[in-house]
């Protein structure tokens, strides 16, 4: 089973970026999917989550800005970053609270980070 994350880059303020994380396997079921983030010298924080069944939470420095959504067929999930900020700059991962696949489940599983860089 693997998480592969893509879709970061550099982009000016006020700009987009749209992120993707795909999960490979043989999956037959992701619960909870999020994306979080870790910016140099800081904690690794909760960017966003969506539940199997679309319902969706985030951090409040992200409110109206980032969209998170999931195609559940494609085991993916999406973030989507608009009206981007300096502060915004972070490697971003992606999370998948329990992973089930060929008869057996993982917790807690990780993707690889993708950079988002935002010059002002």
């Known amino acids: 089973v693997q998480l592969q994350a893509s879709g970061g880059g550099l982009v000016q303020a006020g700009g987009s970026l749209r992120l993707s994380c795909a999960a490979s396997?043989?999956?037959?079921?992701?619960?909870?999917m999020g994306w979080y983030r870790q910016a140099p010298g800081k904690q690794r924080e909760l960017v966003a989550v969506?539940?199997?069944?679309?319902?969706?939470n985030y951090a409040d420095s992200v409110k109206g800005r980032f969209t998170i959504s999931r195609d559940n067929a494609k085991n993916t999930v999406y973030l989507q970053m608009n009206s981007l900020k300096p502060e915004d700059t972070a490697v971003y991962y992606c999370?998948?609270?329990?992973?089930?696949?060929?008869?057996?489940?993982?917790?807690?599983?990780w993707g690889q980070g993708t950079q988002v860089t935002v010059s002002s």
């Open positions: 396997g043989s999956i037959s079921m992701i619960n909870n």
């Open positions: 969506i539940t199997r069944g679309g319902r969706t």
């Open positions: 999370n998948a609270d329990t992973i089930y696949y060929s008869g057996s489940s993982l917790g807690n599983y």
